[in-house]
């Protein structure tokens, strides 16, 4: 199931399944080389993810996204991933050995004819820095906007210097973390942020690009300013 799973996510990020598609299962699964059952799995999961729409008695389609909705994630992904910032526990050296591999992969894939699984390298890492906080409600919930996300993150990757620019803003994240400076990692996420919008469509450019409240340095700070 799982690469299934991949093979279709990949498919529905890089494009090659148009938003409004019907999945011809048959033809899906004849293409995977895998049968209906593990297919349905696979299709089940990105429904419930929100990439494809499941319609009764008609089967799943690639789902639409408004501008205006990747300008809705994007805006609560950046709430909740400072939320988990503030709280991260600092990562150990094998942790950080394992986000430099994974960079490591990712620049593999910027001069790469097919340089699509940077998509899906991509959120790992940001996911693996997420997971350092402790609060897992909130991480879930980003793992669930990080997957809605994809399609307007390949839009973006679709560039050269887009893929360039992201590895190395990475590395920078590395050393923010390997400094323990959280405040700094803050700002580091902001920059990459801003580094995302410059390469996606205008309307959702535009609205991920208003100004934003400075985020607090640390966790009791956050607290301080909700009470």
Known sequence: MERAL???RAKVVSGALSPGEQ???QEMAEELGVSRVPLREALNVLADQ????HRPNSGYFVAKRAPNE???IRRILQLLENELLTSLEWPDGQCLEELRALNAQMR???TAE???PLVRLNREFHLQVFSLSPSRLILEEVKRLWAL???FIATKMADAGARRRTVEEHELLIDCLTQRDRSRCL???EIHRASTSSGLPPGVAALSARPRAEAPASSDEWAATTR
């Open 70 to 72: 990747l300008a809705q």
């Open 23 to 25: 999945i011809r299962q």
């Open 187 to 189: 700002e580091m996420m």
């Open 114 to 116: 097919d340089w699509t």
């Open 6 to 8: 991949q093979h279709l």
């Open 50 to 53: 929100g990439l494809l729409l």
């Open 149 to 151: 996300a994809d399609t």
């Open 108 to 110: 593999e894939c910027v």
